[in-house]
């Protein structure tokens, strides 16, 4: 595949680590009360990032973590002027939330995504579109951006996937799923339901429709698809609605006093976790994309993960290993322990490794404890519907406890 490079280069230093994001949390803070409120929906392009905070690769890895983020801009701004701010970190959770209570609509779409990868390969409009070779000139923008850069404002991405989705008619789930591969916080919740919201699955009926005056305005005329899109279609369906589990989740506990850490892409602030064991030893598993390491994302991922694993064995006084699963028991085996701690991974392809792992592990004899942050806990219960029922409750969820 060959795509131009992006016209210029991002003016954000996207540097894998916790440190690089608390100097972009610090230097975002200011603008995060009345000016993200009025600028946020503005995409100016790659050059100039300072209207929102580009956070979302650090956060989805908790590198830094949403608690800390809402306190840094409750710190510095009244609630009422970091509202917006801070509800759009919520959507986040919202996102996490929604998906734990049906997990089989990520089991769903990646089963449709194998078969569409297998029944569209070749297919030329496809390849088009993932080329950016589709001569609209914003999309095709974006998709250099996405590649070259692996970030995309969120009003882009809203115009992008309604774009693949009712203009070039495309699958969605191959949308979302070219998103995955490339984007530098790619979400399994946010990006997959993201998707299924433009397309109209998330609220039946409700599809989001990307109009070129729109695009004109929120891009300060950088660009100017008149003509070019579909600006009139029906929302998608859903034909397999997945079940609504009786219960969310809960994390499990640790019950010896010496344990390891396992860190995974889905918690990489141990410091934080809610440990009172000694710590025999720290390992990262390693993430599936990081085997084919040279895109941003994949960068982001191997970066994240050694910063992680650095910090761990500082923090704890331990060796440190980076890890296949494959290699998990004997490591743990060789320490002594007979559990292992690590964050807990909410639904999407962390959770199911660690799933597989778990089972492994039990056979010799050792447990896996995935430790579930409060924030989590007190959190994802409000999110069995829409939005708008956790909005309510942001006032309450950001008060310290009594
Ligand atoms: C089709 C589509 C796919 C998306 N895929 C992802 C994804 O894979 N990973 C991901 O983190 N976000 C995803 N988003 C949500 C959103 O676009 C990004 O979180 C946001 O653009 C990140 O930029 P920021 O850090 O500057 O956000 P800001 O506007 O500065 O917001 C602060 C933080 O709030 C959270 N946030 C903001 N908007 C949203 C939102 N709409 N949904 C969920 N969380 C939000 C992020 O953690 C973000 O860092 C997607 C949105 C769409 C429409």
Redesign the pocket.
């Known amino acids: 595949m060959s795509i131009p490079p992006a016209p210029a280069l991002a003016s954000v230093d996207w540097t894998p680590t916790r440190a690089a994001g608390l100097a972009r949390l610090a230097a ?1 803070l200011p603008a995060a009360g009345g000016d ?1 409120a009025r600028d ?1 929906n503005v995409d100016r392009g790659p050059s100039d ?1 300072a209207n ?5 690769p650090w ?2 890895r908790r590198l830094i973590t ?1 608690e800390e ?1 809402i306190a840094a801009v409750l710190a510095r701004h009244r609630l009422q002027s970091a509202e917006k ?1 801070i509800q ?2 919520f ?2 959770s ?2 996490k939330g929604w998906l734990e209570m049906r997990p089989g609509v990520l089991t769903n779409f990646d089963a449709e995504r194998q078969t569409l990868r297998a029944s569209w390969a070749g297919d030329a409009a496809l390849l088009r579109a993932m080329e950016g070779r589709t001569g609209i000139a914003c999309f095709d923008a974006w998709v250099r951006e996405l590649v070259d850069i692996g ?4 009003h882009a ?2 115009w ?2 309604s774009i693949w989705i009712f203009t070039l008619r495309l699958p969605w789930p191959l949308g ?1 799923d070219f ?2 591969k490339h ?1 530098v ?3 399994p919740a ?2 997959t339901l ?2 299924r ?2 397309a109209g699955l998330h609220t039946a009926g409700k599809h989001y429709l990307a109009r070129a005056t729109n695009i004109r305005d929120h891009t300060l005329g950088r660009f100017d698809p008149g003509g070019q899109l579909a600006e009139q279609a029906l929302s998608l369906r859903d034909e397999t609605p997945a079940p609504v589990a009786a219960a969310l989740p809960g994390g499990s506990q640790v019950t010896e006093r010496r344990v390891a850490l396992l860190l995974t892409e889905e918690d990489l602030h141990p410091e934080s976790w809610d440990l009172t064991a000694d710590v025999a030893g720290c390992a990262a598993l390693e993430s599936p994309r990081v085997a084919a390491a040279t895109s941003p994302a994949a960068r982001f991922s191997s970066g994240a993960l050694a910063d992680g694993l650095a910090r761990a064995g500082t923090h704890f006084s331990t060796g440190t290993a980076l890890l296949e699963a494959g290699r998990v028991t004997a490591w743990a085996k060789g320490l002594g322990v007979t559990e292992l701690a690590t964050g807990f991974a909410p639904t999407g392809l962390v959770a199911w490794s660690l799933d597989r792992l778990q089972h492994a592990l039990a056979q010799d004899g050792i447990r896996l404890v995935q430790l579930q942050r409060g924030f989590d806990r007190r959190v994802w219960p409000h999110a069995r519907a829409g939005f708008f029922k956790l909005r309510e409750k942001i006032p309450q969820l950001v008060s310290p406890a009594p």
């Open positions: 975002f993200y946020r990032r929102v905070s580009c956070l979302s956060i989805r949403e983020v701010f759009e970190v959507w986040r919202y996102w970030w995309l404002h969120n991405r809203m992008f996937a979302a998103f995955y984007l916080d790619a979400d946010s990006n993201s998707w919201w433009v």
